[in-house]
């Protein structure tokens, strides 16, 4: 089962069946692992993502994720988040990455296009699947004026032929300063007109009940980092605090992986509102 997989494998099982597959941020070995020992719990495959803002170099991530892949028990696929460059997804492709962000969303129209559809033409030819975003998804706050509109959305993927397409309908990256409203409506419309799976980036904090609508509204990919994250830090912090036989880091992130792989799995599980068995 431990199978490395094109993730638009995944997203059109999961659009055509109606969940969504969580793509997880990861920073090292031990995140790795527990977002496998979590999808593994939640009954489902699942998409580990690199993000240069991490640290950790293209190769190494590559290598870890696959190794620690091929010993679970759910498909996986390795992702490069965000990449603000050609030159950047080029490097993922030689990694061995099975897909690609190329984020040209903070870019005028005509340029995102271009940084795209120029990165889609490289990564078709390696047997490579590119996302895109339209609209832009910013950081803490929610902007409007910079929701995604259904008849650029549609232009944008005529122009670029990309496999997924990132979308802002109300989400945002980090921790939210007031809470989310996904633009439902908008949603649906994006889904109608779209010929490939959406995605929603900054699930974190996102109440469940619109998580779970969004994705019968159509959203088939989600982006997971923040939450995890921060509940990471609190459970580490727990153990340093309360277990005095954990006195070096190999032990306190041992110990902490289980807490963190059940709090993963549970919000898994929440993109596969009308449990459909998918594995």
């Not at 633009?183 to 904090?205: A, F, M, Y």
């Amino acid at each position: 089962m431990g199978e490395l997989v094109r993730s638009i494998d995944l997203l059109n099982d999961g659009r055509k069946r109606g969940y969504a597959v969580p793509a997880y941020n990861a920073y090292d070995y031990y995140s790795i692992r527990a977002i496998l020992r979590a999808a593994e719990l939640a009954g489902t495959p699942v998409i580990l993502m690199h993000h240069f803002s991490y640290g950790i170099d293209l190769d190494t991530f590559a290598a870890i994720a696959k190794a620690l892949g091929k010993k679970a028990k759910v498909p996986f696929s390795i992702h490069l988040d965000h990449s603000p460059t050609y030159e950047e997804c080029i490097r993922a492709i030689k990694a061995g990455f099975t897909s690609l962000m190329i984020d040209g969303s903070p870019h005028p129209f005509d340029e995102n296009v271009r940084m795209t559809r120029d990165v889609v033409r490289a990564a078709r030819a390696c047997g490579i699947d590119v996302e895109g975003e339209i609209g832009h998804v910013g950081f803490h706050d929610v902007d409007r004026s910079l929701f995604t509109r259904p008849e650029e959305a549609k232009e944008f993927l005529e122009l670029t032929e990309v496999d997924a397409l990132a979308v802002s309908i109300g989400n945002s990256h980090g921790v939210y300063f007031e809470e989310p409203r996904i633009e439902q409506e908008l949603l649906k419309e994006l889904n109608r007109i779209s010929t490939v799976p959406l995605v929603l980036h900054g699930t974190s904090g996102i109440p469940d009940d619109q998580l779970m609508e969004a994705v019968r509204n159509g959203i088939t990919k989600t982006n997971i980092a923040t939450e995890y994250l921060m509940k990471t830090v609190d459970v580490v912090k727990g153990l340093i605090l309360t277990d005095k036989e954990l006195d070096t880091a190999p032990k306190v992130m041992e110990a902490a992986e289980k807490d963190v792989s059940e709090f993963i799995a549970r919000k898994m599980r929440l993109l596969n509102p009308d449990n459909v068995r998918i594995l």
